[in-house]
Structures are given as C-alpha cells and as structure tokens.
Nanobody, 115 residues
Framework: VQLQASGGGLVQAGGSLRLSCVASGNSLTINNMGWYRQAPGRQRELVAQ???????TYADSVKGRFTISRDNAKNTVYLQMNSLKPEDTAVYYC??????????WGQGTQVTVSS
C-alpha cells in the first residue's frame, strides 16, 4: 500500500492550499482516511478524518477553515485549507485504513505559512 501526498508549499497568512493524497497498491476497500500534521518539536496530531461514507471529524484548531473530502473512485482524499495561519506550519501526513488493516501513512508534505 502506498499513499502519495502532494500540494504543500509556502503561502502567506490568510492564503489557501489544497492537499491531495492518492492510495494505491491494494484492492481492498479503503475505510477511514485522514490528515495529520507534525510541527517541529511537537507530536503528530489529527487534523481531520473522513469515513468512506463522508462523515467528518476536525481538530478544533481548524474547524471552519479546513475541509476534508474524498473521491472513492479515485482512492483520493483532499484537504482544502483556507485562512491559513503561521501556526498551521507543519509536515502534513495522510493516512488510511484498508480492509480493516492500517493505518497506512504517506510520506508527508510540507506546509509553511509566513506571517
């Protein structure tokens, strides 16, 4: 199982980015998919997650600014990030559960928000 994340970059505060993550390498059904982030010196934390049927959960710090979505036909999960703040700077990781196994992790994509 491989997860390939993309879409990170450098953006000014108040700007937007859209992250994508594609899962491949296994024909089993993908269940929950999610995004986590890890800032320097801090533990990895949940940003948002989504079930196969579209139910979502968000960290309080991103509610109202970030939106998670998925395309089951493409085995892809997205994270639309608006009104970005410097404290959103981190490496963002996607993960998924597949056929009851996991979590499987992507390689991470850097998001840097300048003030």
């Amino acid at each position: 199982v491989q997860l390939q994340a993309s879409g990170g970059g450098l953006v000014q505060a108040g700007g937007s980015l859209r992250l994508s993550c594609v899962a491949s390498g296994n024909s089993l059904t993908i269940n929950n998919m999610g995004w986590y982030r890890q800032a320097p010196g801090r533990q990895r934390e949940l940003v948002a997650q989504i079930t196969r049927y579209g139910s979502t959960t968000y960290a309080d710090s991103v509610k109202g600014r970030f939106t998670i979505s998925r395309d089951n036909a493409k085995n892809t999960v997205y994270l639309q990030m608006n009104s970005l703040k410097p404290e959103d700077t981190a490496v963002y990781y996607c993960n998924c559960f597949m056929g009851g196994l996991g979590p499987y992790w992507g390689q991470g994509t850097q998001v840097t928000v300048s003030s």
